[in-house]
Nanobody, 121 residues
């Protein structure tokens, strides 16, 4: 059974910074991709940033140059450094890791429970 645990959300003033982390545990063979999504009230969940096992990244246009995704593959951990936060960044942030567990030997999507990020003006 693979589980994801997220941490690092909270309340911050506009212009401030937060760092999210997400660690997977369980019988994992390897990583395919890791990423962060967010969902604001009344909105659909959207991709924020994604990183492949080889380190290639892509970002939503709204967060480019402000957010940085990174990963520690050996620890099955993905990070999201968020700088220059804006009120419109307020959302629940979800970690998604596409992993290959030894029970399946094929990529499987795993989601965290989400962590609230609130940016006040």
């Amino acid at each position: 059974q693979v589980q994801l645990v997220e941490s690092g959300g909270g309340l911050v003033l506009a212009g401030g910074s937060l760092r999210l982390s997400c660690t997977a545990s369980g019988d994992i063979y390897s990583i395919h991709t890791m990423g962060w999504y967010r969902q604001a009230p009344g909105e659909q969940r959207e991709l924020v940033a994604r990183i492949t096992s080889s380190g290639d990244t892509n970002y939503a246009d709204s967060v480019k140059d402000r957010f940085t995704i990174s990963a520690d593959n050996a620890r099955f951990t993905v990070y999201l450094q968020m700088n220059s936060l804006k009120p419109e960044d307020t959302a629940v942030y979800y970690c998604k890791q596409v992993l290959i567990p030894r029970t399946h030997w094929a990529p499987v999507d795993y989601w965290g429970r989400g962590t609230q990020v609130t940016v006040s003006s």
